[in-house]
């Protein structure tokens, strides 16, 4: 059997190296992301009001 060349570290590097398998799909989450904090607003998670409201569940 033939032994093979130390690969360069800078070629093995090369093969970990991150890749977008979905092209365009971190700018659609963007987007998404976007167009939801625009219909949202206002609506955004407030633990206090979150704790009253339990609060209030559990009076009735």
Do not use: H
């Not at 800078?10 to 987007?31: V, Y």
Request: net charge negative; with cysteine; aromatic share 8%.
């Amino acid at each position: 059997m033939a032994a093979r060349t130390k690969m360069s570290r800078e070629d093995r590097a090369k093969q970990f190296m991150p890749f977008a398998a979905l092209k365009g799909f971190d700018e659609a989450i963007k987007r998404m992301e976007e167009e939801c904090a625009k219909n949202n607003a206002g609506l955004m998670y407030d633990p206090e009001k979150l704790k009253r409201d339990e609060e209030e569940y559990q009076d009735e």
